[in-house]
Every structure is written in C-alpha cells, then in structure tokens.
C-alpha cells in the first residue's frame, strides 16, 4: 500500500524508528521502493550529487521537476517527497503554493521546504491547498552563504529558536520536520517537544526518523563527507574497478565474447 502522511504520525505514535532516502533517478528510485524504503526524497541535493554544482542554491524549478517525475515514475509504494529550490517560495506564499503544485504535478506527493517561522505562511497555504509539505530546520543548505563555516546550528540559545521553528512548522501543517546538523540533545528535545515526526540527519539518535543521501549511503562521494554521514557501501571503489575490467578485457580481446555478438 502506498504509504501516506499519516503513517507517519502512527509510526511517531508507535516509536517505530523509520527512513528516508534521497532519489534522483528512476532506477535508484525502483530498487529503493523495492526494497521498501517508505519515503524518497528528491532533494535540492542533486545539485551537488548529480549536477556538478557545489552547492544546492543554483538548483532551478526546471531542474527539479525533470528530476522529480523520474523518481515518481520509478517508485509505486514510496512516498515521493519534492524539495522546493532555492528561489521557489522565498518571495510569497503564493509564489510557493504555484511551484508547489507543479512537483505534485509530475508525481510529488509532498514537497520539503526550509526555514521555520518565515516560511510558515508558504507552509500554510500549501497545506490548505492539499499539498502535504515537509519542512527543514538546522543546517538548511540554501541558507550556506548566509551562514558561513558554521555547520552545526541550534547550539546554546539558538536551540530554542530552532524549537519556536519547529512548533511553528508544526502549527502551519507540517506533516514531518527534517532537523540537520543540531545536537543531538537538541533533536531529542525538538521530537519530545513535537506531535509530527523529525527526521534527523546529523541530528542525533533521538529523532523518529533518519535520512541520508543516498550518494553517502553507498559511497560515491568523495571524502571529505559530513560527520554524520555513514557509508553502506563503496561504490566508487566498485564502479572504477569495473570500468578497469572493462578497459582491460577489451584490451587482451576477451570482450565481445562469441555470446555478445551478432550473426
Ligand atoms: O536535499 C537533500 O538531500 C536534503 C537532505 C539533506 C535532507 O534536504
């Protein structure tokens, strides 16, 4: 069964501990519905994962909608959740709920946008307007120039303007709240705090669920990764141990075999 918004608020309800990836293609999309990971996140991420960019801020709409309908048309059961770009919602709420509604239009079924009580009356509107929105709070990687070198954000008494953030989000609508890069007593905090689920990544244990990207996940990014991050898999190592395969078959004429070829 596809799984919803709400099955979120019953595995919060339950302590059931879930995960999210991110997707950028239809393919990683299948075998990661397949494999019954409930929610994809199509994040501003393929900027820096897939685009070449350094940062997730020159992600366009454009961009993001290719993206979006390949993993929507890649996944069945998954929740398909659509990061707003950098410049999408910022200016109104209702420049938001107009590119909002594009991603669910090629096959989002929720869209995840940054920041707390600025952009609660963008999550407002499109929660009234039917879109599900996921919201995302600490280290928001659109917000990198404004923020500098710091990374870990919601320290000291800024750990209480994170949780204003949050319960803002909340009251807007928000069906789950992405923390990143918090402490880890402060993700803990936030989730006690809340009745919509967190979603950490760099925010510690205490989260009701976790989120990697999935380029860290199987270790395609080259060093150095955040801390947080965890590889289950080192696919760089594999994918260039293949292609020197590859380039020395062809070399000694042991491919194209008699079974690759055409008569
Ligand atoms: O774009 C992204 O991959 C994200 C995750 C870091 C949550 O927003």
Known sequence: MPVTPADLAVWKQRRERFVMLTAYDALTARVLDEAGIPLLLVGDSVGNNVLGYDTTIPVTMEEALVFT???ARGASEALVVADLPFGAYQASAAQGVGNAARLVKVGANAVKLEG?????KAVRKMTRSGIPVMGHLGFTPQSANAF???VVRGRGEEGDELLADALAL???GSFAIVLEAVPAEL?????EALEVPTIGIGAGPGCDGQVLVITDLLGLTPD????????????????AEAAARFTKDVAEGHYPGPEHQYH
């Open 69 to 71: 309908a390949a993993v």
């Open 224 to 239: 150095p990764t955040p801390r947080f991050v965890k590889r289950y898999a080192d696919l760089r190592a594999t994918i």
């Open 116 to 120: 707390g009580r600025r952009s609660a």
């Open 187 to 191: 993700g803990a905090r936030i989730t």
């Open 170 to 172: 909340q009251e807007a």
């Open 148 to 150: 500098g070198r710091r």
